[in-house]
């Protein structure tokens, strides 16, 4: 009688261990998600940085999870298919899946416009087909540019205000991309994704272009190490 009343106080007890080591079998299971999907990213920006461009596609959205922390994968992603692989459908997938996520992220308004954008290229180009008609493609043409202006005078008009203030470079423009500077290209580069750099638009690609046209051989395929003037 007594080894069986010592085997029932001994039961409680167990089912306590087990329970108190739940929460620390999910805890684990957190950091090993949590690094996986570090890991992922990381391996997805070196290749992109080698213009290993579909393998850079694979691991993002092998890290795609659909929380809030996504939102940049998905920019990432947006930002292949539309300045490396000239793909603006899939490119708009991956914009409107960020502002799903985070429509009032820091990225927002830019993607918005790069929304505008892709949506003109791609109707526009099917227009040839009836499915867009010329006059609704010159509608969303001139809707898209009334667009880029709002965003570029709001863009302005701080930066007026800083140069009024003194000759300090405005905290969201990186170290030694002011525009009218030369510019070194890095390997990945294209002249879309250096406007997005200076201008935070991609639309301008055509002006740098223009002022570089003596030493741009092919505009698909810049050199690395290449100085470019940026107007």
């Known amino acids: 009688m007594a080894k069986l009343s010592l085997m029932k106080r001994a039961v409680p007890w167990s089912i306590l261990v087990f329970a108190l080591s739940i929460p620390l079998t999910f805890s684990g299971c957190d950091r090993m998600i949590t690094s996986r999907h570090a890991q992922l990213i990381k391996d997805a920006e ?16 092998a890290a795609l999870d659909d929380t809030p922390q996504c939102a940049e994968v998905h920019y990432q992603l947006a930002l292949l298919y539309d300045d490396k692989l000239k793909d603006p459908l899939n490119a708009l997938h991956h914009f409107k899946r960020y502002l799903v996520l985070s429509p009032n992220g820091p990225r927002a308004n830019e993607i918005r416009a790069s ?3 892709d949506e003109v290229d791609l109707l526009t180009n099917l227009s040839g087909d009836a499915v867009l008609t010329g006059s609704e493609a010159a509608r969303l043409r001139n809707e898209n540019l009334s667009l880029r202006k709002e965003l570029e ?6 930066r007026a205000m800083t140069d009024k203030l003194g000759p300090d470079k405005p905290a969201n423009e990186p170290a030694g991309t002011k525009a009218g500077q030369s510019y070194t290209v890095r390997s990945g580069d294209t002249l879309v994704s250096i406007s997005r750099k200076f201008y935070k638009t991609p639309a301008r690609w055509k002006k740098i272009l223009d002022a570089n046209r003596k030493n741009i051989d092919n505009p698909e395929r810049l050199k690395v190490g290449q100085t470019l003037v940026i107007p």
């Open 46 to 61: 070196a290749k992109s940085a080698q213009s290993d461009f579909m393998r850079a596609i694979n691991l993002y959205e």
């Open 153 to 158: 005078e709001r863009r302005v008009a701080p």
């Open 115 to 117: 929304i505008k954008r």
